[in-house]
């Protein structure tokens, strides 16, 4: 606790917004102390949503980034869109919802381990699932930022991708 509040956050900011000059293992170490601090919810809502870690971290679910950077930037995701209604939104209000969609659209050619590509789908789809049961005050609303993001395409290859997963366990 002690870290955020001592300019710990705003270090990890500078930090993940110049990830051309870090190593991927330098990126996924930070993502990795984001989601041990992430860990405690009061923390999660309070010190990390708040700090402007939210948009410097999102972006990393994408294709662009190795599987186990997108797996943490994923857990991060999944954490703001299961943990509070404000936390959720603050993901909205950061974008989210698209990186979402990309996230769970490009799951399916990720190469790597296919372990970690159905933890992926895994995560996004409780997401966004968490994503719709909590709209229910503004399901209209939430519903077309989904839309409008080409979720509903990813979200089938996403349950597809599961369902592979179990017919071969």
């Known amino acids: 606790l002690r870290f955020l509040w001592e300019n710990g956050a705003l270090a990890l900011i500078e930090l993940l917004h110049g990830q051309r000059?870090?190593?991927?293992?330098?990126?996924?170490?930070?993502l990795r102390v984001v989601n041990s601090l992430a860990l405690d919810r009061d923390l999660l809502e309070e010190a990390l949503a708040e700090t402007g870690l939210v948009p410097c971290i999102v972006p990393f679910v994408g294709a662009s980034w190795i599987t186990s950077i997108r797996l943490e930037a994923m857990r991060f995701v999944h954490a703001l869109c299961t943990h509070s209604g404000k936390t959720r939104h603050i993901f909205f209000t950061c974008l989210g919802v698209p990186h979402l969609?990309?996230?769970?659209?490009?799951?399916?050619?990720?190469r790597a381990d296919t372990l970690e590509r159905r933890a992926i789908a895994r995560l996004a789809v409780d997401a966004i699932w968490t994503l719709i049961n909590s709209g229910t005050g503004n399901l209209p609303g939430v519903s077309?930022?989904?839309?409008?993001?080409?979720?509903?395409?990813?979200?089938?290859r996403g349950l597809h991708l599961l369902e592979e997963g179990k017919d071969s366990s």
């Open 144 to 156: 077309r930022l989904l839309v409008d993001a080409g979720l509903v395409p990813s979200l089938l």
């Open 21 to 30: 000059r870090l190593s991927p293992l330098g990126i996924h170490s930070a």
């Open 101 to 110: 969609a990309h996230a769970l659209e490009d799951v399916q050619h990720i």
